[in-house]
């Protein structure tokens, strides 16, 4: 197949992929995302997709920002590909355009969460040469 790759510069844009964005967080609501959107773009939040013809099958956000345990780093956030286009080398492709990206973006790291019970992500990640390196924390207020 395929496929082409562009990096969505609008928040209309990105707004567009609440269809695949909703398979990683089905409870998500178009106004919820929307505004999110808003509040993420201005501190450094980017999307990449990737499109068969015109239609995106796959899409996720990453942010650029500096951590001191890390340095300089890409975060990779909410990669999805359509069920309809798992196993076809399609994450591999969004990844490798991600560390092309992290590296123009002279970072010194790659990172990511994913979520506990997603063990075809870990797979993945672990295959894609990413380390479990801690836990991720959180609690809702």
Known sequence: MNYTIKKLTSV?????MISLIK??????????????????????????????GK???AVSGYWLATKIYCGKYLEVDNL?????????????????WMLNEARESNCQTILLDAYVENFKAHKFYYREG????????????
């Open 12 to 16: 209309e844009e990105m707004e567009e």
């Open 23 to 52: 398979g990683l967080t089905p409870d998500l609501s178009p106004q919820s995302y929307k505004k999110m959107l808003r509040e993420m773009v201005p501190h450094n939040y980017h999307q990449v997709a990737v499109f068969e």
């Open 55 to 57: 239609k995106a099958i």
């Open 80 to 96: 999805v590909v359509h069920t309809d286009h798992r196993s076809k080398n399609i994450g591999k492709i969004l990844m490798d």
């Open 130 to 141: 990413f380390i479990a390196r801690g836990f991720h924390y959180l609690k809702k207020i």
